[in-house]
């Protein structure tokens, strides 16, 4: 049967009805994932792209990883165990070089710096015992008395320095060029105040590689030797953290432990010592017959090479030139066959260059005349005819007024005579970072407030009998001390605080000084106003790149481990004579480029806990220790913050870390700094330690001072101040600077009430009546130029006597005993001095 045409086409609606049911359901139906998180892997591009296809797919467009992205790929098991072995011979290869660049034949002895803690300790008898502890070792002394032993056991060689026990500046001279320093300690006492502040200079300066050693126990029984020993390894523990071996030189198999430890243990770095050639001096000689002539050093060059186109620089002598170096035979070599091999053939190895040597000078030359304006130039011409141009303005005026009537004619809301409105009045300050105060030029010259008075002497009394007592005391030194002591200590309490003077206006009395907004973040441009002594002093563009560029190059020059002779010219002769007469050890060093020239430094410096016991006040004279320099100075303190602007300290207060600003030489961070103060009687006392910071003449030291108020009447927000200032104009002055409140309230003053500086004041919150508003003054604070590089030696050492026993009561002083006898004191003396001293000590204490 057919079907009927309606009947097809009812078919055909019903089939594609099911397909778009079908295809809605399909569409709508959610991907439910599995159970077990399959993770297909991504589709491949099948074939293989062009470059053309992948510069229009990419259109130029590199990726950073791909172009600095380095291959990847991981090393086999033996490729690992190969770059293993490869760094370890390496470091081998590193630690033999160091080794063997030390105490060989072809490299300077071990340099052994031989210091008593006590001044009952003769030094003499230990290094006797280090001496003949090897009968193969050949021993010879320098004419600067220098031991030398050469062990062929060990196949090293030894050198000994003894310096003067009572010369603190001898010591740290001989240590600035030590490879090892042996401590002898003594067994039956405690350690004094002197040879405390000794070990703390030593640790201060850079400790070389330690050895301890204690002194003779032959008087002791065998029970008292062992809590002797425990007793010094106790302190050495507490002093030293590596716990070292303490060593009892009894027996020659002693002395040769000791030897051996010298040449086996590991050597400290010093980064001053290292990086620079030093030498001490083997053999001294003086060449002239004027007030200067030639200094010619002996010894064996150590650190880096030395080259006579450099400056040599001798501690306590200032930086000089050298003419030539001269090479000859070395005195003490590890072979004896070879000691007297070329011994007195002397040649010449290098002459100084006029064209490449360094200069001697230090600082800039200052044109008074620059920047001065001997002649208007054409712009200054137009700016001046423009100014002396007749003005012409349009006046609205009555018919038939003449041009000489309608000048007098008045505008009708009136003209004023500065031509300044109320409101630009009170814009002025607004949406700045700073407010000056006035347009007086900041030159850093101090107006001379309260807190900047002259220095003051302190001296102790010294006499403790009660006759004529008061002709023994210097009462006015004793107040100036008095009001110094009582100024540090209200510094302490009120930081920065001080009354608004009465007899004289505060615009006068702080007329240099400005208003921030905000210390951290207002801006105050370096090269402002800056004093005549910084354009004398020399900057770096960058200091940090240029300190890294001189350490890479390699110099040319003797290298270490030849034995020179240097020849410095123009040396001063009486330097030459009090080196003669002190005994002492004389070390130069060979100084990197730039480092003779003045600029501003700035070190670290942290309070000494036994030497700094009173504050310092802020360019007082102190003694600096820095690498291997050492000069007198008179530095101002700033806080050690961050930021580029640091907040000024009128004391250095006792358990504090200040940053000290001076000028001073150049000298390349890191070097160690000690800061000694001198007392009347010229002994030294250890106040701080630090290191260098910075070479820096843009760092800006910021003087601030507080003037405080009280409130007198508060209502809501606005409150009547009094005590701020004390008449009219100094209110109007300094209006535009911002107050604080000490209980955190900041505010303004909107207007002067009376004549007697009572101010209306307006804060963003409600006024307590016990709060203080304080209004904040600042001013850049300058170092002096008071740089001294020529320094009094110290007082004997164990004469040293510390500020707290001076004032301590002395009548107990002629009941204490004698330490040693005088049989035992003599003894001494005859084994310590030199022959031609010998005499006049023993008959001295023979006397006594």
């Known amino acids: 049967m057919l079907a009927t045409r309606g009947e097809i086409l009812l078919e055909v609606l019903q089939n594609v009805i099911y397909l778009i049911i079908k295809v809605i359901m399909a569409m709508s139906s959610v991907h439910r994932p599995s159970a077990l998180k399959q993770q297909n892997k991504k589709h491949n591009v099948l074939g293989h792209r062009t470059k053309g296809a992948l510069t229009k797919a990419f259109k130029g467009r590199v990726s950073i990883k791909t172009v600095s992205k380095k291959p990847?790929?991981?090393?086999?098991?033996?490729?690992?165990r190969n770059q293993i072995r490869q760094i370890r011979s390496v470091k081998r290869e590193l630690t033999v070089a160091r080794k063997r660049s030390l105490g060989t034949s072809g490299s300077p002895p071990f340099l052994v710096t031989v210091i008593p803690l006590s001044p009952n300790i003769n030094p003499r008898t230990t290094l006797r015992t280090l001496t003949t502890c090897d009968p193969t070792a050949v021993t010879t002394i320098s004419p600067q008395g220098i031991t030398h032993i050469s062990c062929s056991r060990f196949k090293q060689r030894f050198a000994f320095v003894i310096p003067p026990v009572n010369d603190l500046y001898a010591i740290l001279d001989s240590l600035k060029v030590s490879d090892t320093v042996?401590?002898?300690?003594?067994?039956?006492?405690?350690?004094?105040?002197?040879?405390?502040?000794?070990?703390?200079?030593?640790?201060?300066?850079?400790?070389?590689a330690p050895v301890h050693v204690l002194s003779s126990l032959d008087d002791m029984s065998v029970k008292k030797r062992h809590r002797a020993k425990q007793n010094v390894q106790k302190e050495i523990e507490a002093l030293f953290p590596d716990t070292p071996k303490l060593h009892c030189i009894e027996r020659d198999q002693d002395g040769i432990l000791v030897l051996r430890q010298i040449g086996a243990q590991k050597q400290r770095s010093i980064f001053y010592r290292d990086n620079r050639a030093h030498i001490l001096a083997e053999k001294v000689e003086f060449v002239g017959e004027g007030s200067t002539g030639t200094l010619q050093i002996h010894g064996y060059v150590r650190g880096k090479a030395l080259s006579p186109n450099d400056l040599i620089h001798i501690p306590g002598w200032g930086e000089y030139q050298m003419?030539?170096?001269?090479?000859?035979?070395?005195?003490?070599?590890?072979?004896?066959n070879r000691r007297n091999m070329d011994e007195d053939d002397i040649h010449l190895f290098e002459k100084a260059d006029p064209e490449h040597q360094e200069s001697l000078i230090s600082t800039n030359e200052v044109d008074p005349m620059e920047g001065e304006q001997t002649w208007p130039t054409e712009e200054d011409i137009k700016e001046a005819e423009s100014m002396m141009a007749?003005?012409?303005?349009t006046k609205i005026v009555p018919k038939g007024t003449s041009s000489y009537q309608a000048a007098w004619i008045l505008e009708e809301?009136?003209?004023?005579?500065?031509?300044?409105?109320?409101?630009?009045?009170?814009?002025?300050?607004?949406?700045?970072?700073?407010?000056?105060?006035?347009?007086?030029s900041q030159d850093g010259i101090e107006y001379g407030d309260e807190d900047e008075e002259d220095e003051y002497e302190s001296m102790s009394v010294t006499d403790a009998g009660d006759v004529n007592y008061d002709e023994k005391v210097d009462y006015a030194a004793e107040m100036d001390a008095?009001?110094?002591?009582?100024?540090?200590?209200?510094?302490a309490m009120f930081p920065d605080e001080l009354d608004t003077p009465q007899n004289i206006p505060a615009r006068v009395r702080f007329q240099k000084f400005r208003g921030l907004q905000s210390f951290r973040t207002s801006t105050w441009d370096y090269n402002e106003n800056l004093p005549v002594d910084y354009s004398r002093v020399f900057q770096f563009q960058n200091f940090t790149h240029t300190k890294k560029r001189i350490l890479k190059e390699e110099k040319d020059g003797a290298p270490p481990g030849w034995y020179v002779i240097v020849h410095i010219k123009d040396v001063p002769r009486h330097l030459y004579d009090i080196h003669i007469t002190s005994h002492s050890p004389l070390v130069a060093f060979g100084l990197l480029p730039h480092e003779q020239k003045m600029s501003v430094v700035n070190v670290v410096i942290k309070s000494h806990p036994v030497g700094h016991y009173r504050a310092i006040k802020a360019k007082e004279r102190l003694i600096f220790h820095i690498g291997f320099r050492r000069f007198a100075n008179q530095p101002i303190f700033s806080e050690h913050s961050s930021g580029n602007k640091h907040k000024f300290a009128r004391f250095f207060h006792p358990g504090s870390t200040v940053v000290a600003t001076m000028f001073a030489p150049i000298t390349y961070p890191p070097a160690s700094v000690m800061v000694f103060r001198e007392r009347p009687d010229g002994a030294q006392d250890l106040v701080a330690t630090g290191s260098m910071l910075s070479v820096d003449p843009r760092r800006m030291v910021i003087k601030r001072v507080v003037l405080s108020g009280y409130p007198f009447k508060i209502n809501k927000k606005s409150a009547v101040v009094r005590f701020l200032f004390f008449n009219r104009e100094d209110v109007?002055?300094?209006?535009?600077?911002?107050?604080?409140?000490?209980?955190?309230?900041?505010?303004?003053?909107?207007?002067?009430?009376g004549t007697h500086g009572h101010v209306k004041c307006h804060f963003d919150g409600k006024l307590k009546s016990q709060d203080t508003v304080l209004l904040n003054l600042y001013k850049r604070m300058f170092p002096k130029w008071t740089f001294d590089p020529y320094v009094a030696r110290p007082p004997p050492l164990y004469t040293f006597r510390s500020s707290h026993e001076e004032d301590e009561d002395l009548n107990h002083r002629g009941s204490e005993s004698p330490s040693i006898p005088?049989?035992?004191?003599?003894?001494?003396?005859?084994e310590s001095f030199p022959d031609e001293r010998k005499e006049k000590v023993v008959t001295f204490l023979s006397s006594r």
Request: proline share 6%; glycine share 8%; with cysteine.
């Open 323 to 336: 003419s030539h170096i001269d090479t000859a035979g070395d005195p003490h070599p590890l072979d004896r």
């Open 72 to 80: 990847n790929r991981k090393l086999s098991k033996e490729e690992r």
């Open 822 to 830: 005088e049989k035992k004191k003599v003894k001494i003396a005859e």
């Open 413 to 440: 809301d009136g003209e004023s005579g500065n031509g300044e409105s109320e409101e630009d009045v009170e814009s002025c300050g607004k949406n700045s970072d700073f407010t000056p105060v006035d347009n007086v």
């Open 182 to 208: 042996l401590f002898i300690w003594p067994s039956e006492e405690e350690l004094g105040d002197a040879a405390e502040m000794l070990l703390s200079s030593i640790l201060a300066q850079g400790l070389p």
């Open 482 to 491: 008095y009001k110094k002591m009582q100024a540090a200590r209200e510094d």
């Open 390 to 393: 007749t003005k012409t303005r």
């Open 732 to 753: 109007l002055w300094f209006k535009p600077v911002e107050l604080r409140t000490k209980w955190g309230r900041r505010g303004h003053i909107k207007e002067p009430l």
